[in-house]
């Protein structure tokens, strides 16, 4: 990693998210950055700070978790929900939906209140986290880990389905979008909570950057070096559930951001130190979630397309390389 790497992410880093702030507000220009309107100022303020904000926590805890679990599981797809993590965030929403069912409220006033929709979506990504820290303290081998993470997401997604399957169209609606992911929903408390979230799974990852080196090799090998494997993919564990549960709760689902950046980072710095992959991976899933989120409401000033939509556009194609270039892609 070199320092010209660093500052070009760095410039590219403020450019794009100069232009999320600023970008189709009306009768702003450059030469006045400083000299707001009223009206200016309350969506600079209330709604784009706070969104360029939750892109950029976003794409970091996206792209760590994403690193981890793939140095985990050695496997190259692996994402960051691939706990279940998601699943259970979903569940969480879901039952959320079904109270105002069966309390006859109505939804749009709860999805206004972001609070209860990320307490109800953290309480669900916890419910997993525990389930699988208890799993991993009885189970050894990581593959079997793996299998019990996925199974309970198909498990938590089939309760999903049947609560849907009773809700109204009005809050199906609702929970469909909230599927399809936004960057739009937090306030700068929100953000705040967000941030320290991040922040902390962020630095359990960057602690144990030397232990993910010795990971990649294999437990095994990470094993004679000295490392305790268990306790390591523990934390692993609770920092990636910090990150992607975060993002699930303040953002919804967001797909691809977590396969694909560590993937892009490999291929344009050539390295494999999982303390510099990390550290670029910071820049680069930044950069594509603020790409994605201007692109989302490039469309129309009154219409922003899900930003699920966008990053999968991101995402598929490193895929694709993904699978022609491995030779061997380790799965269960």
């Not at 916890?126 to 050894?140: A, E, G, Q, R, Y």
């Not at 929970?175 to 953000?191: A, E, K, P, R, V």
Request: net charge positive; charged share 10%; glycine share 6%.
């Amino acid at each position: 990693m070199k320092k010209i790497h660093i500052i070009i992410l760095l410039i590219l880093f403020i450019v794009v998210a100069l232009i999320d702030l600023f970008y189709n507000i009306h009768n702003f220009n450059f030469y006045n950055i400083f000299n707001f309107t009223d009206n200016q100022r309350i969506i600079l303020f209330q709604f784009r700070i706070p969104k360029t904000l939750t892109a950029v926590f976003a794409g970091i805890a996206l792209s760590t978790s994403g690193f981890q679990m793939q140095t985990v599981f050695r496997n190259p797809l692996a994402g960051p929900y691939i706990l279940g993590i998601s699943s259970g965030a979903s569940l969480g929403v879901a039952l959320l939906v079904m109270a105002t069912i069966g309390f006859d409220l109505s939804l749009d006033h709860y999805f206004a209140t972001n609070l209860l929709l990320v307490t109800s979506a953290f309480a669900g990504s916890s419910l997993v986290l525990i389930l699988i820290l208890f799993i991993s303290k009885k189970i050894k081998n990581v593959l079997t880990i793996l299998i019990f993470g996925v199974l309970f997401g198909y498990l938590v997604s089939s309760i999903v389905n049947i609560l849907q399957y009773f809700a109204s169209n009005n809050t199906l609606k609702s929970f469909f979008i909230w599927t399809m992911g936004s960057l739009g929903n937090t306030s700068l408390q929100d953000t705040l909570i967000f941030g320290i979230i991040v922040f902390i799974g962020l630095l359990i990852s960057i602690i144990l950057s030397k232990r993910l080196n010795l990971l990649m090799l294999g437990d095994d090998y990470a094993k004679t070096s000295g490392v305790n494997v268990k306790n390591t993919r523990t934390l692993l564990f609770i920092s990636t559930s910090l990150l992607a549960g975060s993002v699930v709760a303040f953002c919804g689902p967001i797909g691809f951001i977590g396969i694909t950046v560590p993937h892009i980072v490999r291929i344009l710095f050539k390295t494999n130190s999982a303390l510099k992959i990390q550290i670029l991976s910071i820049f680069v899933g930044s950069i594509i979630m603020l790409l994605s989120d201007i692109i989302s409401q490039s469309i129309s000033a009154n219409i922003v397309l899900p930003i699920n939509s966008i990053t999968a556009f991101f995402g598929i194609p490193v895929i694709f390389y993904i699978l022609l270039t491995k030779k061997e892609i380790i799965s269960i």
